[in-house]
């Protein structure tokens, strides 16, 4: 959901889920968490996934509205290649020197971009809340996110969240978590994993908001 790249292994897990009870959709709490974000001066995402070509690591600095750096490396091929986005204009280098993109690639920049910093309120599908779990000693709000068509019916029973949870465990199926400061309100991590396997992800995203990120043309 919030970069191309994570869209399309979107698209591809969720087609796998099977039906599964959920709880009280929580889409709006997941909204405001990426309205916030899209409101922030600047955030980083830090990205690990599988892909084709083995293991791949993306490093991506936003500053909304027209404003991205890209850094990416892969197993086989770990020289980095730095993109910038500037507006309509995009630069990318995998050495020394800076070259200016074709405008088609430039606008394939700008859809991921507009990806990010797009409205999802019509692509997010229901939301599942799953009460606060500790990730590296931070108390993190816990969300599963799933495709209207998966779901099965809605549980408001007392012990829901935690009878989520010990399916969870107990299942193999790909799902999306997500993550979110409940100090702040803003995202940290998404996660695309089997359910019994979170600690072993297919795809995984940090989000910082550090102070100081610039993005210019490159000279």
Do not use: S, Y
């Given at each position: 959901m919030r970069?191309?790249?994570?869209a399309t292994l979107a698209t591809s897990l969720l087609a796998l889920c099977a039906a599964a009870p959920v709880l009280a959709d929580c889409k709006d709490e997941v909204l405001a968490a990426l309205d916030k974000q899209r409101k922030a001066p600047s955030f980083r995402m830090e990205s690990n996934m599988v892909s084709e070509r083995g293991p791949v690591k993306m490093s991506v600095d936003y500053m909304p509205p027209d404003r991205m750096r890209q850094v990416v490396s892969s197993a086989i091929d770990p020289q980095p290649v730095e993109s910038i986005l500037v507006g309509g204009k995009a630069w990318s280098k995998d050495g020394d020197a800076w070259k200016e993109l074709a405008l088609d690639i430039a606008g394939d920049m700008v859809n991921q971009l507009d990806e990010t910093l797009g409205d999802d309120r019509g692509t997010i599908g229901t939301v599942a809340c799953l009460g606060t779990t500790a990730i590296d000693g931070q108390e993190l709000t816990a969300y599963?996110?799933?495709n209207d068509a998966?779901?099965?019916?809605?549980d408001k029973s007392p012990d829901a969240a935690e009878k989520a949870r010990a399916a969870l465990a107990d299942e193999g199926r790909p799902l999306r978590m997500f993550y979110v400061d409940p100090k702040t309100g803003l995202p940290m991590r998404s996660v695309f994993a089997r359910a019994n396997k979170l600690d072993k992800p297919i795809f995984k995203a940090i989000y910082t908001y550090p102070a100081g990120i610039?993005?210019?043309a490159p000279k």
């Open positions: 970069t191309f790249l994570a599963r996110v799933e998966q779901i099965g019916p809605v610039t993005i210019d």
